[in-house]
Nanobody, 114 residues
């Protein structure tokens, strides 16, 4: 069993930055593939960035602006978000997968507005 807690969301102006954190407890977190997803009102949840082993992947819409990283000693995955745009406004969720195990956090709101 894995419990995921996201933090770091908030209100930021366009062009600003935020760093989201996904803290895990309850299992060997380092073996899990972790993804950051987001869901805007009226839209489907979409994958923003993922990290598995030493590999990362990003949605085209965030490439060059967002960076996903993990600190296995702290059981935490981060999403550094730079050059934020109003269209990045959404609830951001952390997801951890290992074989048939699939866990979600409760989400953290990110609002980009002037």
């Amino acid at each position: 069993q894995v419990q995921l807690v996201e933090s770091g969301g908030g209100l930021v102006q366009p062009g600003g930055s935020l760093r989201l954190s996904c803290a895990a407890s309850g299992s060997i977190f380092s073996i899990y593939a972790v993804g950051w997803y987001r869901q805007a009102p009226g839209k489907q949840r979409e994958l923003v960035a993922g990290i598995s082993g030493g590999r990362t992947n990003y949605a085209d819409s965030v490439k060059g602006r967002f960076t996903i990283s993990r600190d296995n000693a702290k059981n935490t995955v981060y999403l550094q978000m730079n050059s934020l745009k109003p269209e990045d406004t959404a609830v951001y969720y952390c997801n951890a997968k290992y074989h048939s195990n699939n866990y979600w956090g409760q989400g953290t709101q990110v609002t980009v507005s002037s």
